[in-house]
């Protein structure tokens, strides 16, 4: 069976109209089959993202495309398609892949309902390091008869699938933990209500070496009578032992807000933005300033540099929207930095910058990572790595905010695979993932499916927000109203 988009548009409207009046045996076996269903669902992705893939491929083979090159974009056309990061779009490619080249049996409980796309992904993952005999192996052994699974939990499921793989490839999972010593790092993460994660990845016997020493130390501390809990002492001990402070609240810092003059001088509530972070309350971003300026330091510094395009002077009067501070406060000195952002006469618009150079220079460059904070691309949060063209410098593009995006490395090289074009627009583009009132053109990727994907960068603080018609009351509002009106 053929089947259509909009056979898919008519069952998914039948789900968002569901009648709920129903018993709760009913509503138990809607849960499963919805469950079942998800499964199958997945199943036909990762069977179509496959097969684009290899058709795609083979176009490229039949232009000419050198091997290396092959197969560039795909991943990038399914992130979109799904609405999900290219990083996650590589992932999906690759589960698709393995699951429909190496893995029937697993694909086939997963299209018949009795696996989730969660279980079939780390099937794949687990069994990524092992040949492909060995991989179809485990595969029929766990997957042919999927009912051997029921009531696994996923750690029950991970740890089968290594006993089986050591029985069969032994040397192939030792060579596998010795790479993944290699993949070691530290990774930083916004975090809600302005806090940050921090994570490391390491080698099991140091991650628990760092844990044990920050955990001896708060319970230290704690029998001393430290007032702060445990999880306290040991972030404040790490903060400490990798700076080299003293205290933790000692540390050298630089943050980069955006924030509007009246939320940094007035008592306005409108939200900051921390680059690379997201948006935090007014009143902590000026909590934030003053802390810096108030803090006990013998040199104290400050300067005010305000201006438009290629220009700048001191001393002016902050009084518009669009006020860029950088604060730094470090050991010895504390200096906070006005920068002014100009915006047009609406408000919504950061005001354009532009070079004859191929090369975006540093104040244009650091005015595109202001102005789009993250990659440009639909659905990709990832911090801006490359300043590229939309039309390309080589077509005649020029060097202007109008024309330049940040785009996170993989972006950047996905939009160079053949068949692939971007192009920036003066007017609205309905569609536009942007928020309302955000500043700069839209800009639509063009896929070689002649898909298209528009964005906007994000709107800088203190941006008009689009209107909207009043909501229609729910009916406890009406009926706090009519209760209202009879008192």
Not at 4 to 13: A, H, I, N, P, T
Not at 20 to 49: C, F, H, N
Not at 68 to 93: D, E, F, I, K, N
Request: charged share 25%; proline share 6%; glycine share 10%.
């Amino acid at each position: 069976m053929r089947l259509s988009v909009g056979q898919l548009v008519e069952f998914r409207e039948g789900l968002t109209a569901m009648d709920r009046d129903m018993t709760d045996a009913e509503r138990v076996d809607l849960l499963r089959a919805l469950e079942e269903v998800t499964g199958s669902i997945a199943a036909a992705q990762a069977t179509l993202a496959a097969d684009l893939d290899a058709s795609v491929r083979e176009a490229q083979r039949a232009a000419g495309v050198p091997a290396a090159r092959r197969g560039a974009g795909v991943a990038a056309q399914v992130a979109l398609a799904r609405r999900v990061s290219p990083s996650r779009g590589v992932v999906q490619l690759g589960l698709a892949k393995a699951l429909t080249a190496e893995m029937p049996h697993t694909i086939a409980a997963l299209a018949g309902g009795q696996l989730s796309e969660w279980r079939a992904t780390l099937l794949v993952k687990e069994t990524a390091c092992l040949t492909r005999e060995h991989r179809e192996e485990i595969d029929e052994e766990l997957c042919a008869d999927p009912a051997g699974l029921e009531g696994w939990g996923d750690r029950q499921l991970v740890a089968e699938v290594r006993r089986l793989g050591a029985d069969l490839e032994p040397e192939a999972l030792v060579n596998r933990a010795k790479r993944a010593e290699a993949d070691r790092r530290v990774t930083l993460r916004p975090a809600p209500d302005t806090m940050s994660q921090l994570s490391g990845l390491l080698p099991v016997g140091e991650g628990v070496a760092v844990y044990a020493a920050l955990k001896g130390e708060a319970d230290a501390a704690r029998s001393r009578g430290d007032e702060r809990t445990r999880g306290q002492v040991m972030a404040d001990t790490l903060v400490e032992r990798v700076t080299g402070q003293s205290r933790a609240e000692d540390v050298p810092v630089q943050v980069n807000l955006i924030m509007t003059d009246r939320s940094l001088l007035g008592a306005d509530t409108e939200p900051a933005v921390i680059p690379g972070h997201g948006t935090v309350p007014a009143g902590w971003a000026r909590d934030l300033v003053t802390t810096a300026l108030q803090t006990d330091h013998k040199d104290t510094a400050s300067s005010t540099a305000t201006g438009t395009t290629g220009t700048s002077t001191t001393g002016t009067d902050l009084s518009s929207t669009g006020t860029s501070t950088s604060t730094k406060a470090g050991s010895g000195s504390v200096g906070v930095w006005l920068r002014r952002l100009f915006t047009d006469p609406s408000g919504s618009a950061l005001v354009a910058m532009e070079s004859a150079a191929r090369r975006a220079p540093a104040g244009l460059a650091r005015y595109i990572t202001t102005r789009d904070q993250t990659c440009r691309t639909p659905w990709c949060d990832a911090p801006i790595r490359h300043i590229d063209h939309v039309q390309p410098h080589t077509r005649g593009g020029a060097t202007e905010a109008d024309n330049l995006e940040g785009l996170c490395e993989a972006c950047n090289y996905a939009k160079e695979a053949p068949w692939w074009s971007t192009r920036a627009s003066s007017d609205g583009a309905a569609g536009s993932t942007g928020s309302p009132g955000s500043t700069g053109p839209p800009v639509t990727i063009v896929t070689p499916t002649g898909h298209t994907y528009t964005s906007r960068p994000p709107a800088p603080p203190g941006a008009p927000r689009q209107s909207r018609a009043a909501p229609e009351p729910s009916a406890s509002e009406d009926r706090r109203q009519r209760r209202t009106d009879a008192a």
